[in-house]
């Protein structure tokens, strides 16, 4: 990038893009918004969509009000923060918090086609904070069709009329959108060491494996799975197993008749007792208590 453009006042192609749409919502309803207790943690101020957007490019010096959310879904574009250029392309979601000097363009070669949105409310810093967190303001969404459907509804919800009721709507749209950013930025990355591992877990329920023996099977070191499982899901992976084990156990005693000698083979334990023990220790309650609870 050249830096003589990083200075520049904030731009945009005044004609627009064919198939465009934009609604931006006007302030004295925003600030209504933010007082009312429904809408004030999390607020839709602007959305829209822009295909093959050629010559899109903001610059903001000074950041704006608003959290904004950028959805690539094809072409290619980059996002400066911070003094660095990050690459945005297709299936990446760009978070740029508020207040912070940015800026992004479309690629000049593959021009990108984006969903955009900008929050803002109290709670708006937390949830964009899983993404903001990592190493880049960047992630991948692994469930890119969920995501374009959230960002199509606010829009359209948005373009029709600007009631409260729209607002709070966006508003609980938007909560998802976050939510759905955050959960995919958790996932690995397909055919990674992690996304690996745990897909090799996730197949022998009613199996056991060292850490050792799980990463030499992916390629890495025992402590470097570890770690990557601890920045995934809290846990090692010997808790994840556990986890998987005891999903599938719960499902056995809800939706079978099956013993708890024979739940517990079914899930890798040879010793029911010392499973019932596992099991209570996690759910508070016995594996035969679980079966007897009313649900649902």
């Known amino acids: 990038m050249d830096d003589s453009m990083l200075h520049g006042a904030s731009h945009y192609r005044a004609d627009g893009f064919p198939g465009q749409r934009l609604c931006v919502v006007p302030q004295p309803q925003v600030r209504a918004a933010l007082d009312d207790p429904i809408t004030r943690r999390l607020t839709v101020t602007d959305a829209g969509y822009f295909p093959h957007a050629a010559g899109h490019r903001r610059v903001r010096a000074r950041g704006v009000d608003e959290t904004i959310v950028l959805l690539c879904t094809a072409g290619e574009g980059a996002v400066l923060l911070d003094g660095v250029w990050h690459t945005v392309s297709r299936a990446q979601c760009a978070v740029i918090p508020a207040g912070a000097p940015h800026e992004y363009r479309a690629s000049t070669d593959d021009p990108w086609t984006i969903w955009w949105v900008h929050l803002r409310g109290s709670d708006v810093a937390e949830l964009t904070g899983p993404v903001l967190g990592t190493s880049r303001p960047v992630t991948r969404m692994q469930s890119l069709d969920r995501a374009i459907a959230?960002?199509?509804?606010?829009?359209?919800?948005?373009?029709?009329?600007?009631?409260?009721?729209?607002?709070?709507?966006?508003?609980?749209?938007?909560?998802?959108?976050?939510?759905?950013?955050?959960?995919?930025?958790?996932?690995?990355?397909?055919?990674?060491?992690?996304?690996?591992?745990?897909?090799?877990?996730?197949?022998?329920?009613?199996?056991?494996?060292?850490?050792?023996?799980?990463?030499?099977?992916?390629?890495?070191?025992?402590?470097?799975?570890?770690?990557?499982?601890?920045?995934?899901?809290?846990?090692?992976?010997?808790?994840?197993?556990?986890?998987?084990?005891?999903?599938?156990?719960?499902?056995?005693?809800?939706?079978?008749?099956?013993?708890?000698?024979?739940?517990?083979?079914?899930?890798?334990?040879?010793?029911?007792?010392?499973?019932?023990?596992?099991?209570?220790?996690?759910?508070?309650?016995?594996?035969?208590?679980?079966?007897?609870?009313?649900?649902?």
């Open 150 to 296: 959230l960002f199509d509804e606010i829009v359209g919800l948005l373009e029709h009329r600007l009631s409260p009721a729209a607002l709070v709507a966006a508003s609980g749209l938007g909560w998802q959108l976050l939510t759905r950013i955050a959960v995919d930025s958790s996932l690995p990355a397909e055919g990674s060491a992690l996304e690996r591992a745990m897909r090799y877990l996730e197949d022998r329920i009613d199996g056991t494996i060292s850490v050792g023996e799980l990463a030499g099977l992916v390629g890495v070191s025992g402590s470097h799975l570890s770690a990557l499982f601890r920045r995934a899901t809290g846990g090692g992976p010997a808790a994840f197993h556990t986890s998987v084990k005891m999903t599938r156990a719960r499902a056995l005693l809800d939706t079978t008749d099956a013993s708890i000698a024979e739940v517990a083979t079914a899930v890798g334990y040879a010793d029911p007792l010392y499973f019932s023990r596992h099991f209570r220790r996690l759910h508070g309650v016995s594996p035969s208590g679980y079966r007897a609870k009313a649900k649902g």
